[in-house]
């Protein structure tokens, strides 16, 4: 049975409305605080970086001459490395280069000039995801982040022998999440079905190449090279540190948009769309959750999920204030909020992993959209 009750057109142009108004009145309040949050941010980014780079340094030097040293500095390092990237990745890069800052007129705060510690490049992410995923979110066949073309988590993805794989594959994504998301927008099965040129993918692959050559140089070549002899203790913290953040980055990130009450549209449910119907797919293919600051610092804010699709553009520092809005004009509307803990909403993921690696149908028709006014 629908935890979401059908809208007239009237209801569905109201709660357009309401959010809008939601929207507008969280814009005519931005100002220095939220530029000031964010300049912390990347002020916490360098600092806590450069702390756990210093501790990888003097556990792996050190730990050749006091060897009860070697293990206590190396986890720390690498800990603080990790949140760093952390941070850098979910809170400061994804958000600024959602233009969220633009207003501010800092060029370091520009959406379109940021460029982020991942291996993909920023150019890339802005393509795919600022455009691509947020225009047309959940629309199969238009948003290639439903699986990224590795994965069937929905069953009305077909479904395909080498699907059965995806538990393992899942896995190794997850560990790779960056590079991952760095080969994204090449297509490759395109190039795999002769779709597409080799001269072709070697051309987009350049950018691509150069950032991934810039990331492997800094991190696995620089900073344990400074290390000399003892570089090996600095290289692992450096693959862990980014490891962790794939992992940590992946599970936010699959939490907001794969768990059981996320839903996936066709086509032509996009056709013609009104505002209040564009909220009402945001909203119904997404999930948020519980936690508190530390989660919504950890997670970008990403922890509302529903309010980053509303509004992608506003500080998404705000979204917890938003959110309280936003929870009560969904009640008042009928429509299901999704949100719970981690485990609760990872564990639906897992489950849709581990179910739709094998054949599956929907249990009833795909409901479509309701009608425009």
């Not at 949050?37 to 002020?43: E, F, G, N």
């Not at 006091?66 to 979910?90: H, R, V």
């Not at 959750?289 to 699709?309: A, C, F, K, P, V």
């Not at 094998?358 to 425009?372: G, L, Q």
Request: hydrophobic letters at 45%; aromatic letters at 10%; charged letters at 20%.
């Amino acid at each position: 049975m629908s935890r979401n009750r059908p809208l007239t057109p009237a209801e569905l142009d109201a709660f357009g409305k309401a959010l809008d108004a939601v929207r507008a009145r969280t814009v005519a309040t931005l100002g220095q605080r939220d530029a000031d949050y964010i300049r912390k941010v990347a002020a916490a980014v360098r600092w806590i970086g450069l702390a756990g780079r210093l501790l990888l340094m003097a556990g792996a030097i050190g730990g050749a001459f006091l060897p009860a040293s070697l293990w206590p500095l190396c986890i720390a390092g690498t800990l603080l490395l990790a949140l760093s990237k952390i941070l850098e990745n979910m809170e400061l890069g994804h958000n600024v280069m959602h233009g969220q800052f633009d207003w501010t007129g800092d060029p370091q705060l520009n959406g379109q000039a940021y460029e982020w510690d991942i291996a993909g490049t920023s150019d890339n992410w802005r393509k795919t995801h600022n455009h691509q995923h947020h225009t047309w979110t959940n629309v199969r066949g238009m948003d290639d982040d439903i699986g990224y073309g590795l994965l069937r988590l929905f069953p009305e993805q077909r479904w395909k022998p080498f699907h059965l794989l995806q538990p393992v594959i899942a896995v190794v994504f997850a560990v790779l999440f960056e590079w991952g998301i760095a080969i994204q927008d090449l297509r490759l099965g395109r190039w795999f079905a002769g779709k597409l040129r080799f001269a072709q993918l070697r051309e987009q692959f350049r950018p691509v190449g150069r950032k991934m050559g810039r990331q492997v140089l800094r991190d696995y070549v620089l900073w344990p090279l400074l290390a000399g002899p003892f570089f090996l203790p600095v290289l692992l913290g450096n693959v862990v540190a980014n490891v962790l953040r794939n992992l940590w980055t992946y599970i936010v990130i699959f939490c907001g948009h794969f768990t059981a009450d996320a839903e996936t549209f066709p086509r032509e449910s996009v056709r013609n769309e009104s505002r209040g119907q564009w909220y009402l797919r945001q909203l119904r293919g997404s999930s948020n959750l519980t936690g508190g600051r530390l989660m919504n610092l950890m997670t970008g804010n990403l922890s509302h999920q529903i309010e980053h699709h509303f509004f992608p553009d506003i500080p998404a520092n705000r979204y917890a204030a938003m959110a309280v809005e936003v929870r009560a004009i969904c009640a008042r509307f009928g429509q299901h909020y999704n949100t719970g803990s981690m485990p609760v909403q990872f564990g639906q993921v897992v489950w849709r992993i581990l179910r739709h690696a094998w054949p599956s149908r929907p249990r009833v028709p795909a409901r479509a959209m309701p009608a425009s006014a």
